[in-house]
């Protein structure tokens, strides 16, 4: 999901201390009674919305996760069942899925059904909604008709045929059609709770019902922290044995170090020299996430990054090795294309698909600031043009701004008559402008969905709602659609599709990748069973904490 560089002053450190509470705790009360456990954790900046229909980011995902169920949820990178009961194998040559629903029920008491499902589906792909991740839903018989506004979201291809039984019909087989069922964008809402809070839907915590381990309290739309408290309702609520979860958007990696090493704070993401700090911490742990960051040019609004010689010297002006080093600090890896290494692997020789796909092209990627020179050169030429001007659009932590400084930098002393002036701007509205296309050059990155390459080289093809800087390549569109169709049932032919199409958009600069994140992390140690999904999502059912 989109994330901000970095991931993560606006709030000061005193305002910060006051927002967050002790530690976890599990000790017992003068009656005998045990106290609540807690654990506090951070963000890197605010919740955007709680509507799933309109999810889109990294932190609204994560706390989706925590208090809404899907028909699946990840434990580590096994999914396994939440609202269903099983995990569904497809019938009539892989295009029906059929679940039985296990009884669960929403926080105000009413029963979560098939028809909660066909819902919220509905609501997700129906072009009114508006919603950025409608696309998931291509290959579900009649989604793509209905994104363009050709059919009815009634005529959706899934059905309740009973209260605890859905069907899903498929245009053709997608076989990573489950796996993609952990995404909000597929989670189930209360028809009830949209119609009776309207617009307010998602806004505030006040305006939702929760199916989930938690329920989320203490959200105004726009506030700094957060709380996350066990949800009785839930269907396995026995196996949530943290009471309450505080949350808090810390931007400030001193901050966040602080607050860790003063007991306020038992999971602490740091980047920078706090990052380099923390290596040598007994607590540290680096968490290598299916997660790439890269600089999107806006073809549409500056004509010259159509210019494919211009895409590439920006490419390989930059030292990748030396930004991770000097600025990051936190073992985060450079990236030759835009798909993570540990993401998939091919099934006939079990090579990492990102590996495999940088044979022969990491040339790209690699620092070259003299063929930088000489590419910019002839591109600038080829374009009419002498010198060039543009901004980069960051967001407003710490680390974003030393990241835009040293681009800054790195560009203009490789590329002659290249100007770049810095804009930065807060986490939800570096979302909207890159959304809107009201940007040069922005930094952002993306997180896996789901373990298949597609979930990344999906996004650029010329009419892909995350395609925010118009790249466009006929043969990359044919070849990911074909992956989606002619070749979704063939293993190996569709596995080729996708490394011909990552070649092509790292050969062309479509994006320009810069890193893979491993997240540098201070975590108390008390946590016990605390594991992350392929996205890089925690999930919260099953954790303890030792006494």
């Known amino acids: 999901m989109k ?19 002790a530690c976890s705790t599990s000790s017992k009360s003068s009656s005998g009674a045990s106290a609540k456990t807690t654990w506090s954790r951070m963000e890197g900046d605010i919740i955007s919305t709680m509507d799933p229909s309109m999810i889109t980011d990294a932190i609204s995902g994560q706390a989706a996760t925590d208090t809404m169920d899907g028909l699946y949820r990840y434990d580590g990178s096994d999914l396994q069942p939440a609202v269903a009961k099983s995990v569904a194998k497809p019938t009539n040559n892989g295009t029906v899925y059929t679940y039985n629903l296990r009884n669960s029920k929403w926080s105000n008491g009413d029963d979560v059904t098939a028809s909660d499902f066909v819902f919220a589906w509905r609501r997700t792909v129906d072009p009114a909604t508006k919603s950025q991740y409608a696309y998931l839903y291509s290959g579900v018989k009649n989604a793509d008709k209905i994104m363009a506004g050709k059919a009815k979201a009634s005529t959706l291809g899934v059905k309740a045929l009973s209260k605890d039984k859905l069907q899903v019909t498929l245009e053709h087989p997608i076989p990573y ?15 009830k709770a949209v119609g009776e809070y309207g ?14 381990p938690y329920k989320l309290t203490g959200w105004n739309g726009t506030n ?18 943290i009471d309450q979860i505080n949350v ?9 170090m602080n607050l860790y090493q003063s007991g306020k704070l038992d999971d602490a993401s740091l980047t920078g020299d706090q990052a380099a700090v923390a290596k ?32 590439q010297a920006i490419g390989m002006s930059i030292n990748r090795e030396e930004y991770i080093k000097k600025v990051l600090q936190d073992g985060s890896i450079d990236a030759p294309n835009v798909t993570p290494q540990g993401l998939a692997q091919d099934p006939s020789t079990k090579e990492d698909f990102s590996k495999e796909a940088a044979k022969g092209y990491s040339q790209y990627t690699q620092y070259n600031p003299k063929e930088a020179k000489t590419l910019w050169t002839a591109g600038l030429k080829e374009a009419n043009l002498k010198t060039l001007s543009v901004e980069l659009l960051t967001d407003d932590t710490d680390n974003a701004k030393k990241s835009g400084e040293y681009l800054q930098n790195t560009l ?22 890159s959304q809107n296309g009201q940007f040069d050059m922005v930094m952002g990155g993306w997180s896996a969905d789901f373990p298949d390459p597609i979930t990344f080289l999906d996004l650029f093809t010329t009419d892909g709602s995350y395609n925010d800087g118009k790249w466009s390549n006929a043969q990359y569109d044919k070849l990911i659609e074909q992956s989606k169709t002619t070749y979704a049932t063939d293993a ?36 016990q069973n605390l594991k992350t999904a392929p996205g890089g999502s925690y999930n919260f059912v099953g954790v303890t904490l030792k006494k």
């Not at 994330?3 to 509470?21: D, E, M, Q, R």
């Not at 489950?178 to 964008?185: H, R, Y």
């Not at 617009?199 to 199916?211: A, E």
């Open 412 to 433: 203009e002393k490789n590329l002659p008559g290249l100007k770049v002036t810095i804009a930065t701007v807060p986490f939800k509205t570096r979302l909207s402008r």
């Open 248 to 256: 808090t958007a810390i931007k400030d990696p001193s901050t966040a």
């Open 177 to 191: 059609f489950n796996t993609m069922l952990v995404n909000p964008a597929f989670f189930p809402q209360s028809e």
């Open 224 to 241: 700094n922290s957060w709380k996350e408290v066990k949800n009785p309702t839930y269907w396995n609520a026995k196996n949530v044995h």
């Open 280 to 311: 040598s911490k007994p607590d540290y742990q680096g968490v290598k996430q299916a997660s790439t960051f890269y600089l999107e040019l806006n073809e549409k609004k500056i004509p010259a990054f159509k210019n494919t010689k211009i895409r």
């Open 492 to 527: 190996e032919k569709r596995w080729q599709a996708l490394i011909q199409a990552q070649q092509i958009l790292t050969k062309e600069q479509g994006i320009i990748p810069i890193y893979q994140r491993v997240q540098a992390h201070l975590v108390n140690p008390k946590v």
């Open 3 to 21: 994330k901000s560089i970095g991931f993560k002053l606006g709030a000061a450190a005193t305002v910060v201390f006051t927002l967050l509470t």
């Open 199 to 212: 617009k307010k839907f998602g806004t505030q915590s006040k305006y939702l019902v929760f199916n989930g």
